[in-house]
């Protein structure tokens, strides 16, 4: 068990440019989820995966986001036309069940800064 | 929408001191509420989880309990040390997702 890793770690663009953040979770976890932090705020829910299935977006993930986990296994999160307001520290997250389930676990976060 | 408050936002203590940090919650109809380490640049560190169905969980100098019926959690360190300065958070699991609040910046001087 490596635990969760996410990558790049930091990623400087300019605006407008598209990028890419990679996710691989804990093995044999089921559940991955994605989510966003800004400086002195707690992380905000982006969006959650079963499997390779999409079940739920938050109203934040504008039509610029898009999150894909293709055979269930890693996940990306794509960031389309980026804006200086994107900046912040994207978090990747798994667990292996839901309701009375257990422990979430999160990667070390990918930091995107948008110039 | 869940939403999740902790206070203090800041917190300042000498060393050996005994410390509880508050978490509360609107939404009674939880699944579970983990508390979460957050060193700056990091990731989160999970340190304790409660189902709803308990009332506390404890790790070494950590003790985190739940009252899911008034809304609130609070995590209790003992003996605190310079290391456990760190920005300490709350989440609340219900539905598919986790609810964090803003977290509470602790500073143990030694």
């Known amino acids: 068990d490596t635990g969760v890793s996410q990558d790049p770690r930091h990623k400087i663009t300019k605006r407008g440019q598209n990028v890419t953040f990679r996710c691989d979770p804990i093995s044999e976890h089921n559940r991955l989820y994605w989510y966003r932090q800004t400086l002195g705020q707690g992380p905000e829910f982006l969006t959650y995966f079963q499997n390779e299935a999409q079940l739920e977006k938050s109203r934040l993930l504008s039509d610029r986001f898009s999150a894909e986990r293709p055979k269930g296994s890693f996940s990306t999160l794509e960031i389309q036309r980026t804006e200086q307001g994107d900046s912040a520290m994207y978090l990747c997250a798994s667990s292996a069940r839901q309701g009375l389930g257990n422990t979430i676990y999160f990667g070390e976060g990918s930091w995107l800064t948008v110039v | 929408k869940q939403e999740v408050t902790q206070i203090p936002a800041a917190l300042s203590v000498p060393e050996g001191e005994n410390l509880v940090l508050n978490c509360s919650f609107t939404?009674?109809?939880?699944?579970?509420l983990q508390w979460f380490r957050q060193d700056p640049g990091k990731g989160l560190t999970s340190l304790l989880l409660?189902?709803?169905?308990?009332r506390e969980q404890t790790s070494g100098r950590l003790n985190a309990s739940l009252d899911k019926s008034s809304g609130r959690s609070t995590l209790y360190i003992a003996a605190s040390q310079p290391g456990d300065s760190a920005t300490y958070l709350c989440a609340v699991n219900a539905g598919n997702q986790f609810y964090f609040g803003t977290g509470t910046s602790l500073t143990v001087i030694p």
């Open positions: 409660i189902q709803s169905s308990q």
């Open positions: 939404d009674s109809a939880i699944y579970n």
